[in-house]
């Protein structure tokens, strides 16, 4: 009865999703303001009404109502309360629905700004995001339903259905299959929310931007409101990419945080495209150039992100078969196809207005070596996409398939970042307009030679020879260099200048410019981050071999002796097998790891969890892969030295304090200069 | 008696030669056991059908287990690594390669993102160009404009002062 109701309100909010995309048309086609008001409203009623349908199914999920099939498929009764609530995004109709209520509370957020000033663009952002919404819903109401149950027919067969068929009685398995193992984990817990919360803010300056295009307003206001909302949305996107990122490191086994994965890839390819946005959007509200390259970029982020889901939940990726087999394959590709058509409709029909009011005169400048980095991140792009894609394009046109893994990826964007990492150093040295040669090196100079000395020191003192780990160090030493020099020019001006001791201005200088310091901060977190992935990508090794007890295994400094193998039942249907390692580092004992494999009755899954030693120079990183049953004598294990991998977890950190940084709204002085004034003359 | 010698030596290395080249429990074959990080330096560049996109040197389903095993088998018995991914191609079809192999269509792999690449870089380039063009031809029209307008100027005060000559 309850899963009927919440169907029956998830349709009501498809049917107002549907409406208010008709009365925002309507109202602006015939200037009748009221309409327009209807649909907004209408919009947000969405969000309560996806909010009860999200309640009803978190409801069901941790009351254990198995004759509802998406329960039984997600949840059993041996989950914890906390995993069963997190199950709701752990399937693929569930998921759905929670894409939907995010959806629902941004779009709702959104009309709850202010509108004086950009009354116009109202009608159009509650249409791009009513149709988003409806879209989604729609994918749920009419191919996923969450709320189908099982019913048990007069010959025996289970069958799912929304409604009883005739004939049948209510069927209710006893428990249900559970969560898949490898999602229950914390990282896997919080990814999926924040990649969709990535993924439904940058529908918000899509629909800003499409907004401009219909009404012709197309100066720089459009970026400047979604300015906010779309580092927000770059946030979520990132940090839901490096939970990913963590989640394959514990969980999967491998002994590495990213595997170029379609999956991944699909996550990523948004990120790239709304990056170079991020980017190329500064240059049109300094110097209004390159409109059309930033419409071009918002549209192509917003085909990702919907590109992106389709990838991940119509199983094109297995197989192009799968795809036509799936229910919403089809939807998702017709709906992502009508999008580009009428972007890029409008997009041509207002190219004209698009023309920058500036010309691009050094290439030098800070707006050519943006336009340099959008080339870099559109390459990456590619790259990726292309990588994605060929797959299936040589199975539609050969039958053959074929994989595209690391190799490729790594060979074709390794030199990208690179670039990337050092233009990330440059570009803030050069100014608005020109620059020159003898500009920018006069600006360098400084941290080019630091940059050196400290490489000189890698090389003799740190013994590095790989030619590529020694340009990946120059990248991120030069870089780090100038933008720690940057930070200590501007809080040493600001210190002498306002007689404040250097900490404090430092401190100052972020609330002067949030934007930019919060910026810088982020391009620091991103060298922390590289350095992590130079260390594991150039100096990982690894070892596998069959102990047996006291024997020992050694990888470099560490030597590892195989103490122990337990094999137990734990009280949530799994067992485990945890094997005791001690650890040696140069003769020192430094620690007892726990390698393990958990095997899991309900879904009949083993799960590899790798018992971790972990500092900041590098990770010990051992792996059980196998072991005898009955003896217990002897076990497999394959060990990995990863150097400064923590680097890049707490570059992640610091780059998440960035993005805040640089999203914090600034202070509005006018508001209390007026209130002060006001308040002086009515003392007089 | 020297070549009674030399004949018993050859017989002797003659002997020990067939001896380590067909007796399977040799000492000669337990050194040449390939050990699990051999195994893994090939199976690492090997993806199973079966496992999507999981290297066959970290995947730990049954399956890959026993592929694992029959490249072990094959570098026992002296395969190279390139005979052992060939082997597997025949059998199971290029995806179990990282790569596609460079030919026929495969090519348009590893040329579509460089050719776009360069495609982008040289339209950049010359909109560069274009701009500058058109900054500098803007330039020169507006010191056009200032130089007239001056000149104007000139001739304007020219008749200013003829004129208040004339009224004086």
Known sequence: MIADFGYGIFLLSFILSIYAVFAAIYGYQTNKYTWVESSRLAMQLTFPLITITSGILVYLLVTDQYHVSFIYEVTSRSMPLYLKITSLWGGQSGSLVFWSWLMSSFATAVTFRKWDRDREFLPWVVVVSSVTLA?????????????????????????????????????????????NPLLRHPGMIIHPPMLYLGFVSFVIPFAFAIAA???????????RITRRWTIVAWLFLSIGLILGGRWAYD???????????????????????????????????????????????IILTYAMVIFGTFLTRSGVLSSVHAFAQSAIGPSFFIFIGVTLVVSTALLIYRWKDLRSEAELTSMLSREALFLLNNLLFISIYIVCFWGVLFPLISEL??????????????????????????LMGIAPLSAWGHSTIKTLGKAAWKPATAAVIGLLAIIFVGKVTN?????????????SFITLYEFWRAAYARSRAQKENLVLSLWRLFGKNRRRYGGYLIHLSIILMAVGIIGLEMFQTETQGTLAQGESLTLGEYKITYNDLAIFDSNDNRNLARATISVEKNGQFVGELHPRRDYFYESQQPMTIPGVRSTIQDDLYIILVDWQPITTEGATFKVYHNPLVNWLWWGSIMMILGSMVAAWPEKDPEPRKVSSNAALAAAD | ???????????????????????????????????????????????????????????PTEACKDWRELIRLKLTEGWTEQQIKTYFVEQYGARVLAEPPMQGLNLLMYILPPALMLAGAAFLGKAFLSMRQN???SKISIENDKAAESAEDKYANLIEDEINKREA
């Open chain 2, 1 to 59: 008696m020297k070549t009674e010698k030399k004949w018993l030596y050859g017989f002797i290395l003659a002997a020990l030669v067939i001896i380590a080249f067909t007796n399977p429990g040799s000492a000669f074959a337990q050194d040449n056991t390939p050990t699990d990080n051999d195994v893994n330096a090939i199976a690492r560049q090997m993806f199973c059908p079966v496992c999507e996109n999981t290297p066959l040197d970290v995947c």
């Open chain 1, 251 to 297: 969980v999967l086994g491998w002994g590495g945080y990213w595997g170029w994965d379609p999956v991944e890839i699909a996550a990523f390819m948004p990120w790239l495209v709304g990056t170079a946005f991020l980017h190329s959007v500064m240059i049109q509200e300094k110097r209004g150039m390159f409109k059309e390259w930033n419409m071009i970029l």
């Open chain 1, 397 to 422: 046109f050969t039958g053959q398939k074929v994989t595209v893994g690391p190799p490729f990826y790594e060979r074709a964007t390794g030199p990208l970042f690179a670039a990337l990492v050092v």
């Open chain 1, 467 to 479: 030619i590529y780990a020694i340009i990946g160090f120059f990248a991120v030493l030069f870089t």
């Open chain 2, 135 to 137: 900054a500098e031809r």
């Open chain 1, 135 to 179: 879209f989604f819903v729609g994918l749920v109401i009419f191919f996923e339903n969450p709320f189908e149950k099982f019913w048990q027919t007069f010959n025996g067969d289970v069958v799912t259905a929304m409604f009883q068929p005739a004939g049948s009685v209510p069927f209710s398995p006893p428990d249900g299959k559970g969560l």
């Open chain 1, 213 to 223: 295009l219909i009404t012709g307003r197309t100066d720089d206001r459009w970026t």
